[in-house]
């Protein structure tokens, strides 16, 4: 059992930035895939970036590529997520997600789930 929560959105004016954070209970951490999702209103949730279990290999969604940077530290059980530049359609709940599998980008290969914290970049 792996519980997660997120913290570290906000409200901030396009091109700022924001760090989310992702702090999960239990010894295992290391042993699962972490993923960063996304979910607007009315709009499906989105895959974001995903890191596998060392943090050695990412993938990001073309939307966010070059603009964020997931990065996990193992020993703070903590997954981050960067956001530069941020755009007013980056506007979502942000949510963290463990998984067994490596590069998924689907939801329901996601095990756990944290509650979702808001991003909203005002224009």
């Known amino acids: 059992q792996v519980q997660l929560v997120e913290s570290g959105g906000g409200l901030v004016q396009a091109g700022g930035s924001l760090r989310l954070s992702c702090a999960a209970s239990?010894?295992?951490?290391?042993?699962?895939?972490m993923g960063w999702f996304r979910q607007a209103p009315g709009k499906e949730r989105e895959f974001v970036s995903v890191?596998?279990?060392?943090?050695?290999?990412?993938y990001y969604a073309d939307s966010v590529k070059g603009r964020f940077t997931i990065y996990r530290d193992n020993a703070r059980n903590t997954v981050y997520l960067q956001m530069i530049s941020l755009k007013p359609e980056d506007t979502a709940v942000y949510y963290c997600?463990?998984?067994?599998?490596?590069?998924?980008?689907?939801?329901?290969?996601?095990?756990?789930w944290g509650q979702g914290t808001q991003v909203t970049v005002s224009s």
């Open positions: 239990g010894r295992t951490f290391s042993s699962y895939v």
């Open positions: 890191i596998n279990r060392s943090g050695g290999s990412t």
């Open positions: 997600a463990a998984s067994r599998i490596w590069g998924s980008r689907s939801t329901t290969e996601y095990d756990y």
